[in-house]
């Protein structure tokens, strides 16, 4: 089986853990790059700027915001590839289509799509990774559940929902939350998370995750000495760990996260 695995930055990549647990597979599944889509047509150049690196011989380099494409392979040996971009602002329809292009070029017959988002679940508490699908074989098989959500969606959801109904890829979405009290990037716990989880799906074998769960396990310790100083965080926490723990982790059911998904959206609708 052909499997494509999608993340993007923005709406739906909570502390970036969607897209870091990318740039992580590239890296070390040797990804080797084979497309990239310029985002002159999508992208909104003062949300998404294109940034200015030194490289090593101190020469400036510049790099957009563009959606890139590399070709890997299971430890089977199977065919993996991985997509890599920023959601774009404008044309949707063009960029799904752009995107499904490719998949169906490189004979892809499995999309999954990686997103984060910003929950009331304590940092001190395993991170549940969220599988849904519209697909009764996928979810059968990974143990995951039909989407229930209604509202304001994102790329990643789009691009799924079009894969799955429309070209017949078999699709499936994975979310992590992530503690909204600690929003910042980068976020290693929820980026561990997915990638354990995609190597579970996909079967990754022997990635070196030993650093990043270091990672994790350090920033779990800062926001404890955080919460050591503030006995204000220090006691919603434990109202966080306390509802957790009450109700069997409820972050992991799929009708909880849809839950916490929507008072995110209202969250931002606030602001």
Known sequence: MSTAIAAFAG???????????LAFLIEHLDGEAVHSISPEDYCDFQVNRPQVHLSADRQRQLAWPTTDFWA???????????????EPSFHW??????????LTDWGIDRLLV???????VPHSRPIPVQLTSDSAALRQRYGGEKPSYEG???IISVLEQTAGQDHGIESMALWAPVP??????????????LITKLA???????LPTADLADEARAWAEGVDALAGSDPEIAGYIASLEAANDA?????????ALAKEFERYLRRRGEK
């Open 180 to 193: 909204h009290y600690v929003a910042n990037a980068p976020s290693p716990k929820a980026e561990l998370a």
């Open 152 to 154: 304001p969606t994102g």
């Open 93 to 102: 329809g063009a960029f799904t289509d752009e995107v499904i292009g490719q």
């Open 114 to 120: 990686v997103g984060a988002l910003l929950a009331d």
């Open 247 to 255: 109700l069997d982790s409820p972050a992991a059911s799929g009708e």
């Open 200 to 206: 579970e799906i996909v079967g990754l074998d022997g």
């Open 72 to 86: 890997a392979h299971s430890a089977s040996g199977e065919p993996l590839m991985l997509i890599r971009g920023v």
């Open 11 to 21: 709406w739906n990549d909570a502390g970036s853990a969607a897209t870091d647990a």
